[in-house]
C-alpha cells in the first residue's frame, strides 16, 4: 500500500474474491469498434436477447458469488504476499480498505485462472483464447502455446513464422476446443519468432499474434576490472586492465574500446 505519490503507507484491510458470472454460450465481440453510420446497428445479441447483461469484455460481467475473503496489514512488510488457490474461472478481486481519514478506499482486479493446459476442453465462455507459458524463451527451453473457444466445437489456424517465412502451418481439430503444443527454440530462433492463431466463428475473425522473445545472451559480455587507479599525479603513467569474458561460453576473440577524459 502507497500514496499517490508511490511513498509507503501502513494499511490493513482485506481482498475480497468474488467468481464472476459466465453466460451459457459464448459473447461475440461486435462487428466494428464504432457506428459508421446513424441508422446502423451495432448491437450484439447477447445485449437484446436473454444474456443481455453479458458484453464482449468478460472483466464487465456480473459478480456471481464471494469465494474467498482475505486479510492483510502492511504495517510490518510492505509490500505483503498472498498465496491463493483458485480453481480455473473468471474472477474480481478488490482490495478494500480505509484512507487515514476514514474513507473506504477499493481498489478492483480483474483475474483470469486458465485451466490445465493438458485439456482438450475449453471450460471459459470466451469466444476466443491464445496466451503464452512466457513471453522470453531461451535457446535450449521450449516455447509453450495454449489456445481455447468457449464454444462447443471450434476449431482455429496455427500458424508460425520466423524470418518472415511460414516455418509450420496446420488446422486444430474441430471436436477439441482447447489445444497446446510446444516449440522447441534452436539457436537459429534467436531474435525471436511469431505464432499466429487465427478463428472464424459468427461473421467474426479472432486473430492472436504472439512474440516469442529468444535473446541473444550468447553475445552478452562481463567486464571487470583487473586493476583501477581513480587518482593520478600530472605526468604521471598508469595501466588499467580490464577483463572481458562471455557471459554464457568463453570468448575467441574480443575488443574494446575505452575513453579517458577530465
Given amino acids: 500500500t502507497q500514496t499517490l505519490d508511490g511513498n509507503p503507507m501502513p494499511a490493513e484491510g482485506k481482498v475480497v474474491i468474488s467468481r464472476l458470472r459466465e453466460p451459457k454460450q459464448p459473447v461475440p465481440g461486435k462487428l466494428w469498434s464504432y457506428n459508421y453510420w446513424w441508422w446502423s446497428d451495432n448491437s450484439t445479441d447477447s445485449e437484446t436477447g436473454p444474456q443481455k447483461e453479458f458484453g464482449p469484455d ?11 475473503e482475505i486479510k492483510f496489514n502492511t504495517s510490518k512488510l510492505n509490500p505483503d504476499t498472498l498465496k491463493i488457490s483458485l480453481p480455473a474461472g473468471l474472477y474480481k478481486l478488490e482490495c478494500v480498505s480505509q484512507d487515514p481519514f476514514g474513507q473506504e478506499v477499493r481498489s478492483p482486479l480483474p483475474l483470469m485462472v486458465l485451466p490445465k493446459w493438458d485439456n482438450r476442453i475449453f ?7 491464445a496466451k503464452l507459458q512466457r513471453a522470453t524463451v531461451a535457446v535450449g527451453g521450449q516455447a509453450r502455446v495454449l489456445w481455447g473457444t468457449g464454444y462447443s466445437q471450434g476449431r482455429a489456424l496455427v500458424e508460425i513464422e520466423h524470418k518472415r517465412k511460414m516455418v509450420d502451418r496446420y488446422w486444430t481439430d474441430p471436436d477439441v476446443t482447447q489445444h497446446s503444443f510446444t516449440i522447441p527454440v534452436k539457436e537459429q530462433h534467436r531474435g525471436g519468432f511469431t505464432v499466429r492463431i487465427t478463428q472464424v466463428r459468427e461473421n467474426r475473425a479472432y486473430t492472436h499474434s504472439l512474440y516469442v522473445n529468444v535473446p541473444w545472451d550468447n553475445k552478452e559480455l562481463e567486464i571487470t576490472a583487473e586493476t583501477f587507479r581513480d587518482k593520478l599525479q600530472p605526468g604521471e603513467k598508469e595501466t588499467w586492465k580490464f577483463k572481458i569474458r562471455g557471459k554464457k561460453q568463453d570468448l575467441a576473440a574480443s575488443e574494446m574500446a575505452a575513453s579517458l577524459y577530465d
Avoid: E, G, M
Wanted: no cysteine; net charge positive.
Fill in 58 to 68: 468478460w472483466k464487465t460481467w456480473p459478480v456471481d458469488k464471494v469465494v474467498q
Fill in 123 to 129: 471450460s471459459l465462455k470466451i469466444p476466443s483464447l
